[in-house]
């Protein structure tokens, strides 16, 4: 087929010994931590977990420098779960989705304009320009679900330079996984090759130019990451 100018390359994540994962879309889930929910000045036992989205090209490969963004003096890093889908469809039953519909599991972070999405969120505008830009989603090699198990529990962490920043244990999680992708399922039709970064522990806080970022969820590869 003839196209007005070449399209983009597929964004693709390593896969261990599997062929390259291409990523469609990538979800977030927000406040879905009870710690990190509070911090950020949400009631957790009120305000329920709610999705955002980035696009596959904010994807940035693991052990990469990611340049400071323009626009913010508060460049935020989030440590997430990362759940890679092989299989879509709509009103996906939550008690199938370990078991039909997880590829693996990668270790991403949410970069956050901290500053940009305070003053969004104080006028009621949206978070796009705060949560969306380029490169905004780090994310490591994707550890096939053959390898890893079904993940419901394990310690999330964060260091910057060496130092704890971040840490928790993703069974913290509000909505945990097969109802996460049973809910988005509600709102959207999933389809293989999407991402859902599953939400971030408390202990958020800002990186300047040359920190080194560590991010780890027990039994993944590490995300090593350096602001340039």
């Known amino acids: 087929m003839n196209y007005a100018f070449p399209p983009a390359p597929v964004v693709t994540l390593d896969a261990m010994s599997s062929n390259p994962f291409p990523v469609r879309r990538i979800f977030c889930v927000g406040q879905n931590y009870p710690d990190h929910a509070r911090e950020m000045g949400a009631d957790p036992g009120a305000d329920e977990p709610f999705f955002f989205m980035k696009s596959a090209g904010a994807i940035l490969q693991n052990n990469a420098v990611l340049p400071y963004p323009p626009h913010t003096e508060d460049l935020q890093p989030e440590v997430e779960l990362v759940v890679a889908l092989h299989k879509g469809g709509r009103n996906i039953p939550a008690e199938r989705v370990d078991y039909d519909y997880v590829f693996g599991y990668a270790v991403g972070l949410d970069m956050t304009r901290r500053d940009l999405q305070r003053a969004a969120r104080a006028k009621g505008r949206p978070w796009d320009m705060a949560k969306a830009f380029d490169h905004s989603a780090p994310c490591t090699a994707i550890t096939p679900e053959f390898y890893a198990g079904n993940i419901s529990r394990g310690k999330i962490e964060l260091k910057v330079n060496g130092e704890i ?4 244990d993703v069974g913290d999680m509000i909505l945990k996984i097969p109802q996460m992708v049973s809910t988005l399922s509600n709102w959207v039709e999933l389809f293989p090759g999407d991402l859902i970064f599953t939400g971030t522990p408390a202990g958020v806080a800002p990186v300047v130019r040359g920190d080194v970022i560590e991010a780890t969820v ?8 350096t602001i340039g």
């Open 165 to 168: 920043r971040q840490s928790g």
């Open 218 to 225: 027990a039994g993944l590869e590490p995300l090593i990451i």
